[in-house]
């Protein structure tokens, strides 16, 4: 039960602070008061600032109390951070332009890597996953949560332990990137010819189709993300 109640009371206060309700430099409201209004124990308040501090977002000053960081200083790569960001808003057209930079910086070389160290599972649940995807197109099923699956397969098949481990963190910045992109009228259409190329350059092992394919994937991404927030500005 103490898991649950520190799980709501985290997930609500972070949704909070990312909503704006608590601006960096903020104080947040005295433990007795958080206590009250989450109607926890003093104990999960303390463990719930604990675990937005771990984030970034908070930290305890000595005499003063537990002020709101700027954004800047939250953990970008934490998947909660990203989720708590996307369902509140908290996002805007530079977030999603620094997102594309890297995932210019990861996913090619990640593709590149799949096409040669991806066993048969790997393959068989990049084709199921695109199929999946296909299947969403024609209205069966959620193409967004089949094109993070895709894309987590691919970083998968790099059996890269760093890689692997940015795994998680990817497919919550995946899946609110995805969530904005795909509100782009045909969005899912247009990109789903350029998964199946990706799919089948893996698939046929080969590195530099591979490459060129998620660069077509990412450049189709980019110009969806521009007809949400408009121009996302030169060089991304």
């Not at 124990?41 to 700027?70: C, D, F, N, W």
Request: charge should be negative.
């Amino acid at each position: 039960m103490m898991e649950t109640l520190h799980r709501r009371v985290i997930t609500q206060l972070g949704e909070r602070i990312c909503a704006g309700d608590i601006p960096p430099g903020g104080l947040l409201p005295a433990e007795p008061v958080l206590a009250q209004q989450y109607d926890v124990s003093r104990i999960t308040i303390r463990e719930a600032v604990k675990g937005l501090s771990a984030k970034g977002m908070l930290a305890v000053r000595r005499k003063l109390g537990t002020i709101v960081l700027p954004r800047s200083e939250w953990q970008l790569f934490d998947p909660d951070v990203m989720r708590w960001r996307a369902a509140t808003g908290a996002v805007d057209a530079q977030l999603f332009a620094d997102l594309l930079e890297l995932r210019r910086l990861i996913e090619p070389a990640a593709a590149r890597m799949a096409a040669v160290r991806a066993t048969d599972e790997d393959r068989r649940a990049l084709r199921a996953a695109f199929d999946a995807m296909a299947r969403a197109v024609e209205g069966e099923g959620e193409y967004v949560t089949a094109d993070v699956t895709f894309h987590g397969v691919v970083l998968r098949a790099c059996r890269n332990q760093f890689v692997q481990q940015m795994q998680n963190a990817m497919s919550a910045i995946l899946q609110a990137s995805f969530d904005i992109g795909i509100k782009a009228h045909g969005a899912a259409e247009r990109s789903l010819p350029m998964h199946e190329a990706l799919c089948v350059a893996i698939e046929a092992k080969d590195p530099e189709a591979s490459a060129v394919a998620a660069l077509s994937v990412l450049r189709q991404a980019e110009l969806d993300l521009e007809a949400h927030f408009g121009l996302l500005g030169g060089g991304v």
